[in-house]
């Protein structure tokens, strides 16, 4: 996607908390049942890591954006967060935890297999013997689609239309996508790149970092993972 900046910045973050996805109370349950301790890969504005502590869990984070972690300082609890800025498929925290957790899909914003590769080498330094890592995504669907473009509908109102518009590169996975909204203020554009990449890649980058699967759900509440599923939540621990 010529001229595309990865970077979450201050309008992303501003905005980013406005539509949540309403399973976040799902996945924090979740998640806690992991043990006392985690560390959140791309913890953002806290959306996933403020109810998580709120749980019981203690949670340190890394982050790219500082927009993002400002954001999270402004929510009740932010502030006692200890985020460390870098890269998550790089960067350490020098400790390690019963839990280390990467979801929403953000897995595919390291846009190299390499990179990815790096996250899954990453998570497994910083597990506890006994610990797990947990990564949920979406299935890739788009090599299905003509051309291997699209546009979905995602809004029709009286005067707002919004649009997602879609390209993808079987050869190098990578999916660019914009969401345009369309109304009476003007056009505003949202654009994301993305490598996808199916469960069984990321099994065999968990073996690479010397993690195994322990299991595989459809969704937070335990859903079978199945040929229909959307996603899959999915659970390594050490081999």
Not at 171 to 195: C, M, W, Y
Request: charged fraction near 25%; hydrophobic fraction near 35%.
């Amino acid at each position: 996607m010529k001229g595309f900046n990865p970077s979450f910045g201050p309008e992303t973050a501003s905005t980013y908390d406005n539509e949540p996805r309403g399973d976040e109370a799902d996945t924090v349950r979740f998640l806690a049942a992991f043990g006392g301790s985690a560390l959140e890969f791309a913890i953002g504005t806290g959306r996933v890591a403020l109810p998580l502590r709120d749980a019981g869990v203690e949670v340190d984070g890394i982050e790219l954006s500082p927009d993002m972690v400002a954001r999270m300082r402004e929510k009740p609890g932010g502030q006692d967060v200890d985020v460390t800025m870098g890269d998550m498929s790089t960067v350490g925290t020098g400790r390690t935890y019963d839990l280390v957790y990467l979801v929403y899909n953000t897995i595919t914003n390291l846009l190299t297999q390499d990179d990815q590769v790096r996250c899954f080498e990453n998570a497994a330094r910083h597990l506890t013997p006994d610990g797990v890592f947990v990564v949920e995504c979406g299935l890739p669907s788009w090599v299905a689609r003509p051309r291997h473009q699209f546009i979905d509908v995602e809004a029709v109102e009286v005067d707002h239309v919004r649009l997602d518009v879609n390209r993808f590169d079987p050869v190098t996975q990578i999916l660019d996508e914009n969401h345009v909204s369309i109304s009476a203020d003007g056009i505003r554009f949202g654009p994301i790149k993305t490598r996808q990449a199916y469960p069984s890649e990321f099994d065999l980058m968990a073996r690479i970092a010397g993690l195994r699967l322990r299991e595989r759900h459809g969704g937070w509440n335990g859903e079978p993972f199945v040929a229909d599923s959307k996603r899959h939540v999915s659970v390594y621990e050490r081999a």
